[in-house]
């Protein structure tokens, strides 16, 4: 059984930076994108960035573009999130999420199977 543990959410000022991991276990992840998408209050869940796994190929939500950084430890078999330069409008819970490379686009929920309970990040003004 796959499970993604989110950790390192919290509150911080406009400006600063935080980091997020994802501790991912129960299968192998080679040939899956694994992903981070975030739910701002009142708002639905949207891309953020995604890896594959293998290749280490990324991309970013134009929103983030430039101020986050997505990567992975093979050996830790962690996915993390790098956010830099926060802004209130970064506020949200963040999710990790992992799906096979298929049908669907990488920034389209529909192609993650699996998802974590995800983590609060707050970006006080």
């Known amino acids: 059984q796959v499970q993604l543990v989110e950790s390192g959410g919290g509150l911080v000022q406009a400006g600063g930076s935080l980091r997020l991991s994802c501790a991912a276990s129960g299968r192998a992840f080679s040939g899956y994108n694994m992903g981070w998408f975030r739910q701002p209050p009142g708002k639905e869940r949207e891309f953020v960035a995604r890896i594959n796994w293998t290749s280490g190929r990324t991309n970013y939500a134009d929103a983030v573009k430039g101020r986050f950084t997505i990567s992975r430890d093979h050996a830790k078999n962690t996915l993390y999130l790098q956010m830099d330069s926060l802004k209130p409008e970064d506020t949200a819970i963040y999710y990790c999420?992992?799906?096979?490379?298929?049908?669907?686009?990488?920034?389209?929920?529909?192609?993650?199977?699996?998802w974590g309970r995800g983590t609060q990040v707050t970006v006080s003004s």
């Open positions: 999420s992992a799906g096979p490379l298929g049908a669907f686009a990488y920034s389209d929920y529909r192609a993650y199977e699996d």
